[in-house]
């Protein structure tokens, strides 16, 4: 390519950092070689690219599911381009004309602002308010007629509409598809056309719509069409569906320090580096030595996860507030395997010498066994905790203080109440 | 049906009669009872149904084959029905914004409205000015904007469209379909919303369209959706292909007497009902004769055929004109098989007795031939001919008088001169 040529061999080496860097974590990118042009001409130029992303109108909270492609905008910020965040309010607000889809339902005009400042106020914990725009499309969706339609339409053909993943399922089986829901991918297109987009980042999802802009930009007479770049959909706590908040299986950017720590630690161990690539700002050479060391053993995967519920806390939340919700979740998780409500049992202070009690004596003593035997027997089979730390020596002396937790079998509780 | 229970019994016999006049012809009536229902509701309340039909704006000249469809408005005017004439304007600026369709060139405002005008001319020499109305379909589409449109293709489904013969095999066969292409017999449906049609009249090859108006009215909560009236596609002089400009076998209604007259007289005897029944107005009592007629064979389809040419030149010109054109066609069809320019050739009186020759001694004299043996044997031949008429007996005596022609064989002629 020209432009390639013509760099510098200092301009090369820009151009080889921005792309390692927004190559991160993409599924694909189409075409590759459209990006790499786009990139370079912008390093000559210093024009910065303008990168886009459609949001849903309908579900404004956002969770971290949804942050995989924030991420990706955030890291063209730093990189010096623009970002276009397009509510499609007028999509919104039509629905669906049938009224029979779930997921096109009709908004008002309140709702698209409630929405679009929720929006705002989240995505700015990521983004970079400086270099970011929103859009809403009916700007431009609303001033077109009939005939403006006919001629957006002009520019795709059934077939190639017939070609997306579940109209051709649903016309294989015979289930009606409406002719207006073809305009929602042309919608989305024509959105590209509208901003001049060089780019558009989406889920893999949405291959086949931020391709149509491609299509329909190029059909525009567009000198170089947007580039498609495709991000994994991101697996929830469940470890298998992508993650929604329908499928409750999701960490929300507004919730509390404590929820967002708790399930992130619930997270599989498998699925842990994928969500530290994609929806954190930790850098690939943290993101390569995180990974060794998962790999090579001197990390602890439990450690790593921690590690990740921090950052997402500290992410959206702050520095203590990550510091306080580990406290809390070690603390949580501590108790997580004792009932609610425990009966205090007294022993008294005259049975404990310098504090301390033989283990044999504190489980005759609370009741929990009938005999020294029997003590022992339970402590063998490994069945007797004090504040969830399993003991193993029945003759072992122990220190008992007022809200210890004796724990005999899966039935046997007490808090120790001294004196 | 109620409205049916409820009519006198003269109201029965009306209803009767206007149906056996809206029948004839009509290939199919989509749905039937539902036409019943309208036009026996129309007896007894007295108001007048409104009665469809698109007009192509880019194709303005009328053929006897467009009169098809206008004989059977003609039909509903003379029973007290209103036409609506709707001139596709909308459709016409559009034409094909792929710029592919050769049937779907753009027209500019100054083509709509000179076509506008030179149908208003012809279609009144059929129609009643008093029960026709002329609506252009811009009226409406063009203050159509997206949502709108989105709205009126909410009310039709992919496979439905695709159903349509000319959709079908296209996609069957990969050739593209642009998502435009589906709006044109949309916008043909939502014409019948805006008008409150309550009837379509159309060829066969519009069947998909003109029920597709029934589906959008449907949608619409229309009361009572619109009836399709299909009429046959009149074959053109081929016999064979559809009436048509671009083929050439056509009767314009703007023609000369003497071209309609010719060319009337050129169709296949075996259409020369149809073209009656289709595009004449003579009683169906006046058909039913005339087929009598030709089946029991006293009358000759020859003659059939002057009544229909006749027929044609009395609506779209004269009486007089009528007439006149059926003596040209004489002229002319005796003449046909002349050259241009046939030489003079003198023949002395003196050679007549009482004016006449015989045949023998006019070639000899004329010098066709070499010899009586000669002349005799090309009579035989049947090589010779007197104005037209075949001569067969070489010993016959002929009158003749200047300005008759006599031909011998394809290449020699004369015209006599006598004196």
């Given at each position: ?193 509208s901003l001049e987009s060089d ?61 967002m720590f708790g399930k992130t ?155």
């Open positions: 390519m020209d432009t390639i040529k013509q760099l510098s061999e200092g301009q090369k080496r820009e151009l080889e950092r921005h792309l390692s860097i927004i190559r991160r974590g993409a599924v694909e990118i189409i075409p590759e070689d459209a990006l790499v042009k786009k990139i370079a001409t912008s390093i000559v130029s210093g024009k910065p690219l303008r990168v886009k992303l459609g949001l849903d109108p309908s579900a404004p909270d956002i969770h971290i599911g949804h942050t995989v492609v924030l991420q990706k905008l955030r890291q063209f910020q730093d990189l010096g381009h623009e970002v276009q965040l397009i509510i499609g309010d007028f999509t919104g607000r039509i629905g669906d004309p049938t009224g029979k889809s779930e997921t096109r339902k009709q908004l008002n005009e309140d709702d698209v602002k409630r929405n679009a400042a929720t929006y705002e106020k989240q995505v700015y914990k990521i983004l970079d308010p400086q270099r970011t725009k929103f859009h809403f499309n009916s700007t431009w969706l609303e001033k077109m007629n009939f005939q403006d339609v006919l001629q957006l339409a002009a520019k795709a053909t059934v077939a190639r509409m017939l070609e997306r993943d579940d109209f051709a399922k649903r016309y294989s089986n015979n289930q009606p598809i409406h002719i207006h829901e073809f305009f929602y991918p042309l919608m989305q297109a024509y959105d590209s056309v780019i558009e980042i989406g889920g893999t999802d949405q291959t086949f719509n931020i391709l149509m802009g491609r299509t329909v930009q190029g059909a525009s007479s567009f000198k170089d069409s947007q580039v498609a770049i495709l991000m994994p959909l991101l697996e929830g706590l469940d470890g298998n569906q992508k993650m929604s908040k329908s499928l409750g299986n999701y960490i929300g950017i507004d919730e509390t320090p404590n929820e630690m619930s997270i599989p161990d498998n699925l842990m580096l994928k969500y530290f690539e994609l929806s954190t700002s930790i850098t690939n050479e943290e993101l390569l030595k995180l990974k060794q060391g998962l790999k090579e053993g001197h990390v602890h995967p439990r450690d790593a996860k921690v590690q990740l519920a921090k950052e997402f806390v500290r992410m959206y939340h702050s520095e203590p507030a990550a510091e306080q919700a580990e406290q809390h979740f070690i603390n949580v998780f501590q108790k997580r395997s004792l009932p609610e409500n425990i009966d205090e049992m007294h022993v008294r202070i005259d049975l404990l010498e310098e504090g301390n009690i033989s283990i044999n004596k504190l489980l005759v003593t609370l009741g929990f066994v009938s005999s020294n035997s029997d003590a022992r027997r339970s402590v063998f089979q490994g069945a007797v905790k004090l504040n969830g730390t399993k003991l193993l020596d029945p003759n072992e002396r122990v220190e008992i203080n007022s809200g210890d937790i004796v724990q005999v079998g899966k039935r046997k509780f007490a808090k120790i109440v001294v004196g």
